[in-house]
């Protein structure tokens, strides 16, 4: 089916992609994005299947923190995913790039509070048929001379009920490839076993699930999640229409367990700057958007006063409309989706306002 036939908004969709190189954002998908997100009332779920996101050979830690040896030289075949710490800046991109174009068209026909999320599927993983059977459309789109991969059997069998969308034209020009350029090694391991982060995270948006995606995509076993607690949000702008501590825990526990459900997950109360990070010696990454880099330095202090290792610091270009560290042709986009809680608090109050008898 292509993007200029009639149907009518469900909802809840799905779109199925593919992509084969992280050279670049998938421009191919602006269109496919667009049109779903028009047609999607509540929740719209993009799902990238790719042998880049399969499994390394080696995900242990120990291998890392040893001498390389001459076994450690690996060559890609098509089937192993890449290093996920390499690649830190193409995958922020990428995810960036999708969240922008879909939460700037929800935004603009009013959708505020739509359910926009984007997961990263490995070709070979044993995909749950739930992540499609709720969408009433399941629509798909590739990169031209790039077909989606096979899909796991529970896939398959709605195959003919899929909605096909025809790609855009701006990457026609990329031959299909097996894979990314070769994981070189950079000193890092391509995950760490225990990663920290924090966060308001008040009605969930694209900002926070592009932090909370990242920090669960560099982790192999286990991601703190610290949730900033009640009393610490009294002073916040309209404060009165801002989600309270289990709701916010709950949405976030069901966001990253649909992005990555093999982690644990350990989501806390936060009372203070630093939570468990400040005595926790089995955490080895912290990852902050830039608008909270003052707090890794805060934390960075008093592990080093306690006698804790040295965290791995990874940064997130991209939080809000007004942070960004995106290519030139992605800004625009970018400022249109407000990726605020305080600007969703404030249009859910205008809306209340808007309802209220005269």
């Known amino acids: 089916m292509s993007v200029d036939l009639k149907i009518e908004p469900v909802r809840r969709s799905v779109l199925l992609t593919t992509i084969s190189h992280l050279h670049e954002p998938p421009r191919f998908l602006a269109s496919a994005v ?76 009013g959708k505020v509070l739509m359910d926009i999320d984007v997961l990263l599927k490995g070709s070979e993983e044993q995909l749950p048929e739930s992540l499609i059977q709720d969408a009433e459309h399941v629509f798909c789109v590739a990169p031209r001379h ?91 702008v309209n404060r009165e229409v801002l989600e309270n501590i289990s709701v916010r825990t709950a949405r976030t526990r069901a966001f990253l367990e649909l992005f990555k459900p093999r982690l644990e997950y350990d989501i806390v109360p936060l009372n203070d700057v ?44 991209v939080i809000s409309s007004t942070e960004a560290s995106v290519d030139s042709d992605d800004a625009e986009a970018l400022k249109k989706a407000k990726l605020s809680s305080t600007f969703i608090r404030e249009w859910i109050v205008q809306q209340q306002q808007s309802s209220r008898p005269i």
Do not use: C
């Open 146 to 236: 790039t077909p989606l991969p096979p899909l796991p059997p529970s896939f398959e069998q709605h195959r003919a009920d899929f909605l096909w969308l025809r790609p855009d034209d701006h990457n026609a020009h990329h031959p299909a490839t097996s894979s990314s350029a070769p994981t070189s090694r950079t000193g890092l391991p391509p995950f760490y076993p225990v990663v920290a982060l924090g966060g308001t995270f008040d009605h969930l948006h694209a900002g926070h699930k592009i932090l909370l995606s990242m920090a669960a995509w560099i982790a192999s076993e286990k991601l703190i999640v610290g949730i900033t607690d009640d009393p610490l949000l009294v002073k916040k």
């Open 34 to 109: 667009e049109f779903a997100t028009r047609h999607t009332l509540e929740n719209l779920r993009i799902i990238f299947v790719s042998a880049l996101f399969n499994p390394q050979a080696s995900n242990s830690w120990k291998d890392f923190t040893r001498a390389p040896g001459p076994a450690d030289s690996v060559v890609q075949d098509g089937t192993q995913g890449i290093s996920h710490t390499e690649h830190w800046d193409d995958v922020q991109r990428l995810l960036t790039f999708v969240y922008a174009q879909a939460t700037k068209v929800a935004q603009e026909m």
């Open 274 to 317: 630093y939570g468990p990070t400040a005595w926790d010696p089995n955490i080895q990454a912290l990852v902050v958007s830039k608008e909270t880099l003052s707090g890794a330095a805060s934390i960075e202090k008093i592990r080093r006063e306690k006698a804790l290792s040295t965290l791995r610091v990874f940064v997130i270009d």
